[in-house]
């Protein structure tokens, strides 16, 4: 209910003039930040839809920078791979050359220089860092060179030189996320990239009669291997065996001891937790407690090298004059390197097309999201103006009305 007054007249007037200035006022500042919402109160519902709009394209732009990273990654870690494909076929060639036995000795020497100045190269490669100083090759240790030279003598050569190569990184790879939930490694494990075949660890220790006596885990490769309390050594190897693991278990049949064999040349990598002790019951690991991969028991058996095992033996063989072993395993050893370089360059250029189309797939994705967001919180500006001048129109009327009603009287001077 309304009170009448004679001041009712005055005071829906005033009220009528002062709504028609601030919807006019708020037609102008929409028309000037061509946004439909200024203000939460103008649409509730549409703010908060927009919200989330807003919040899911920050992520989609972070994603694509993400991808951008990864490819800026990928670029630096193909030049290197490749150029290492072009030294090892280098090798390869020395290698040939060197077992036809029609090469004095004297060339055999020169030959095996190249090949330790082509090794220092192969090193150099296997440690490339990226512009902002971190190793390719290391895992997620990026900090450190993934690759240790430990030099010596070597008869046939002036000097020390590179008489064994150990990673010293590890086999975590930096991941970066490119979709909701989806990542894809930054880098390559040197110890993957750089192989050249299958490795086969022998343990001595007679296992058929072990069983485990509480429940146990080990790693291999960085997959977790779970054990419960009465698993025998049949059970570690089928439990081996079915994983995803790149590496196969077995029992030796003359010493009953455990065998591992890679699938994929690289290195097997394994740990234990310090309060279990399977494998150090079982003779793979040693009581050191040392990190992976020198923490083997000092009487397990190795087999398979990597490629700068493949290179070393290379050039010793030539200083040594030894064709056969030249054209031998050494021969074999640095085609497997090779095969094993052409696969990671063909690894990096599938996660390299899967990026591309990452990117297109975000592209996209940013449009429709930008569109729908437009139509709730962009302004119709033909619309805007056809009411901005009705508004216009309203408020001159109201004006015009208001100076015919209250007509001004003396106590209006007075005050």
């Given at each position: 209910?309304?009170?009448?007054s ?59 920078k ?10 630096l ?5 490749n ?8 090798l ?6 060197g ?58 050569i002036?000097?020390?030189v ?26 390559f ?21 072990y ?109 040594a ?25 063909s ?26 967001n ?15 001048k009705m ?13 015919k009603?209250?007509q ?8």
């Open positions: 209910m309304r009170r009448i004679t001041n009712m007249p005055n005071a829906d007037l005033q009220y009528q003039m002062r709504l028609r200035d601030f919807k006019l006022n708020e037609m102008q500042s929409g028309i000037g930040s061509s946004r439909r919402l200024n203000n939460l109160r103008d649409d509730p519902i549409a703010a908060a839809h927009s919200t989330r709009y807003s919040s899911h394209l920050t992520h989609l732009e972070r994603y694509s993400n991808v951008g990273t990864a490819q800026g990654e990928y670029s870690a193909e030049t290197s791979i150029q290492s494909v072009q030294v090892v076929q280098r390869r060639e020395l290698a040939v050359q077992s036809n036995g029609t090469y004095a000795k004297e060339d055999m020497n020169f030959m095996a220089t190249e090949v330790n100045e082509l090794l220092k190269e192969l090193v150099s490669m296997g440690n490339t860092i990226s512009a902002d100083g971190r190793s390719l090759f290391g895992g997620n240790d990026t900090m450190n060179d993934p690759f240790v030279s430990l030099k010596g003598r070597v008869p046939g002036e000097g020390a590179i008489s064994e190569v150990r990673y010293a990184g590890n086999i975590v790879a930096n991941q970066t996320e490119i979709s909701e939930g989806s990542r894809i490694d930054l880098n494990v040197g110890n993957k990239v750089f192989w050249a075949e299958d490795q086969q660890l022998f343990a001595q220790r007679d296992a058929l009669d069983v485990v006596t509480q429940d146990s885990s080990f790693s291999i490769d960085g997959k977790d291997i779970n054990l419960k309390i009465g698993d025998n050594i049949h059970g570690i190897i089928s439990k081996i065996n079915d994983s995803d693991l790149a590496v196969k278990a077995s029992l030796d049949p003359v010493t009953n001891s455990l065998t591992l064999e890679t699938t994929v040349p690289h290195q097997i990598w394994i740990d234990e937790p310090v309060d279990n002790r399977v494998l150090k019951d079982i003779g793979i690991l040693s009581e050191t407690g040392s990190r992976p991969p020198e923490n083997l028991h000092k009487d397990v058996v190795t087999g398979g090298g990597s490629l700068f095992d493949m290179v070393i033996g290379l050039r010793d063989s030539l200083l004059g030894d064709q056969e072993a030249v054209g031998g395993r050494i021969l074999g050893g640095i085609d497997n390197s090779l095969n094993n370089l052409l696969n990671n360059i690894d990096l250029g599938a996660r390299n097309e899967r990026l591309d189309h990452t990117f297109a797939r975000l592209d996209s994705e940013k449009l429709n999201v930008q569109a729908i437009s139509q709730l919180t962009d302004l119709d500006m033909t619309e805007a103006i056809t009411n901005l508004l216009e129109y309203t408020q001159k009327a109201a004006y015009q009305s208001a100076s009603i209250l001004s009287n003396l106590m209006d001077f007075l005050r």
